[in-house]
């Protein structure tokens, strides 16, 4: 019996690069997105009815969330992988940052993933199964007029390892925090576009080159195999080196 994944925000970016790499690797893939027209174009590119299932809800409502649990299990008969990959930013001024802004990031970003993971805990124990949120290296750093999303990602960040502790033995739950990962080829057409990345852009990653979303997924599918199953409550940077690198003006 093929394993399930839930995959949240997988109509485009990092999120539908993983859900390539999880059919790929052969799990059943089941995927919630706000955007339905993202939904469409994933389903398209993806032809598998089979091992694959989309909804087109909010992860940051409750019952949306017990809809996508409900028709994943139905559909699948389980769930094996949580990926809480949804994310939205409203980066402004502090002094514009309205709280109703405030409330829908953190909604999204942090609510979502407790909520998902609360409904789906019964069945990721039955399974000996794994969480996975896709943190950010803004929970380690910032830039201005970054307050929200940064707040929702060190929130993301410190749920992780309380998760681990609560859940354990018998779930894993990891955090994955990208840095620069240019994702503009991976949106919906309406939105999709070449990168535009510089020599300069590359060069200040120590490894030479800006992210790539499948660098994300491959750390995706390595925490989800069973055989690594020692590692829990852990964060895993995955920037190019960036944070590491000192910089003099």
């Avoid at 091992?51 to 019952?63: F, I, K, M, Y």
């Avoid at 969330?65 to 949804?86: C, H, I, P, W």
């Avoid at 690594?228 to 940077?237: A, D, K, L």
Wanted: hydrophobic residues 40%; neutral net charge; charged residues 20%.
């Amino acid at each position: 019996m093929r394993r399930t994944v839930m995959v949240t925000g997988g109509g485009q970016g990092i999120g539908k690069v993983i859900v390539r790499h999880l059919l790929e690797g052969g799990y059943n893939v089941s995927v919630l997105d706000v955007d339905p027209e993202a939904l469409g174009e994933l389903e398209q590119t993806y032809p598998l009815p089979d091992r694959l299932c989309t909804t087109a809800l909010d992860v940051s409502r409750e019952e949306d969330v017990g809809s996508f649990l409900k028709r994943t299990v139905e559909k699948f008969g389980g769930v094996y992988g949580v990926v809480n990959n949804a994310g939205i930013s409203r980066n402004k001024p502090l002094r514009e940052l309205s709280l109703e802004e405030w409330n829908t990031v953190l909604g999204v970003n942090l609510t979502g993933p407790f909520l998902l993971v609360k409904h789906a805990a019964p069945y990721l124990e039955a399974e000996g199964g794994v969480v996975i949120n896709i943190c950010s290296t803004r929970a380690l750093m910032s830039e201005p007029n970054t307050e929200a999303y940064s707040a929702s990602k060190g929130g993301l960040l410190t749920l992780t390892h309380a998760l681990a502790m609560s859940l354990g033995p018998k779930v894993r739950v990891n955090a994955i925090s990208p840095g620069w990962i240019e994702v503009s080829a991976y949106k919906k057409s309406s939105r999709r576009k070449d990168p535009r990345l510089s020599e300069a852009d590359h060069a200040q990653h120590p490894a030479g080159r800006v992210g790539d979303p499948s660098d994300i997924a491959r750390m995706v599918l390595f925490l989800l195999d069973p055989a690594n199953s020692f590692i829990t409550g852990q964060n895993f940077v995955i920037d190019g080196g960036m944070t590491k690198k000192m910089i003099y003006v």
